[in-house]
């Protein structure tokens, strides 16, 4: 982030030189921009070095060490897309505000579990607490971020949070690596890392009753389908 800040501060002149940018409004305002980036990275960093504090304390420490993961799976979003993407890099990037059915997975799947954190019954002594259940949801969510992770930086350049509906130039098909034996391994990743969530914080009902929505990691993904 702090790159990016320093390579919005300078402009470039017709003739090769650079200049600092402040005195020029169009310049100045990308870096007003990218502070809104700045402040997002750093309360995403706050959220998660607090929550893993917390982590300690096996009654909440499946929550937390939950949210460490969402901040990962965020921030890793702007950090790959600013390292294979930096032309299309921006706060969206960061995929906190990329689907209604996302936000809403997210926020009853926290209703869910803290409305059975306080409730009385329980199926098994202990049953939120840090046990064999959150450790398995801890390795299915782990195993959904590298994939996804490990699919966005083999894509590269190829890659994109939006689908995009004409070929750009230089753009090529990926077969290698991951992709030789998956076909998306972004979509995979994500869908493994949802599940995997539900399966860390112990619900049973949004595990069993609903998926990770289809929409959520690219918005038009189902207009591209149906063309």
Not at 71 to 76: I, K, P, R
Not at 185 to 207: D, H, R, T
Not at 214 to 225: D, F, S, V
Request: charged letters at 15%; proline letters at 5%; a positive charge.
């Amino acid at each position: 982030i702090s790159q990016q800040l320093f390579l919005h501060s300078e402009a470039t002149d017709t003739d090769g030189s650079t200049h600092n940018a402040r005195s020029h409004k169009p310049e100045k305002m990308s870096v007003m921009e990218n502070s809104s980036e700045v402040k997002t990275a750093f309360l995403l960093g706050a959220a998660g070095g607090t929550c893993l504090s917390l982590s300690m304390s096996p009654s909440v420490s499946p929550f937390a060490i939950y949210v460490v993961l969402l901040v990962t799976f965020h921030v890793s979003e702007y950090v790959l897309a600013g390292a294979y993407r930096p032309d299309t890099a921006s706060h969206d990037s960061f995929l906190l505000q990329h689907s209604r059915a996302y936000q809403l997975m997210v926020l009853v799947c926290w209703l869910e579990y803290w409305l059975e954190w306080f409730g009385g019954a329980q199926p098994w002594p202990g049953w939120k607490e840090w046990g064999a259940v959150p450790s398995v949801g801890l390795v299915v969510c782990s195993a959904g971020l590298l994939a996804r992770a490990v699919g966005i930086a083999t894509a590269s350049s190829n890659f994109s949070h939006q689908i995009e509906e004409q070929k750009r130039d230089g753009h090529r098909l990926v077969t290698h690596g991951i992709y030789s034996f998956l076909r998306h391994p972004a979509y995979f990743g994500f869908f493994w890392w949802s599940a995997g969530s539900q399966i860390l914080l112990v619900n049973p009902i949004w595990c069993v009753r609903c998926r990770p929505p289809a929409g959520a990691q690219a918005p038009h993904a189902r207009r591209a389908r149906r063309r």
